[in-house]
């Protein structure tokens, strides 16, 4: 989680939902900030998925996986 994103999100809906389209199973690794081409600034709305240790989410082919709740916090803090 030190790079570009492979996938990205469109912009999140008013009440935070979001939907990130994949090519294929596998695991990917969910985070979320207001900017993502650039290093996190200090102060900026950041957030990790928090539901496994490494912020990673398996997802099978073919499916959908509701409930990634990621909370926002400031950068740096």
Do not use: C, N, Q
């Not at 998925?49 to 912020?55: A, E, K, L, M, R």
């Amino acid at each position: 989680m030190r790079r570009v994103p492979d996938y990205t999100s469109a912009m999140t809906a008013a009440d935070g939902r979001f939907v990130i389209y994949l090519p294929d199973g596998g695991r990917y690794w969910v985070g979320a900030r207001k900017h993502i081409r650039d290093k996190p600034a200090p102060g900026e709305p950041y957030g990790l998925y928090t539901g496994t240790p490494d912020h990673a989410v398996d997802v099978a082919a073919g499916s959908f996986v509701d409930d990634i709740d990621i909370v926002l916090g400031e950068f740096g803090r």
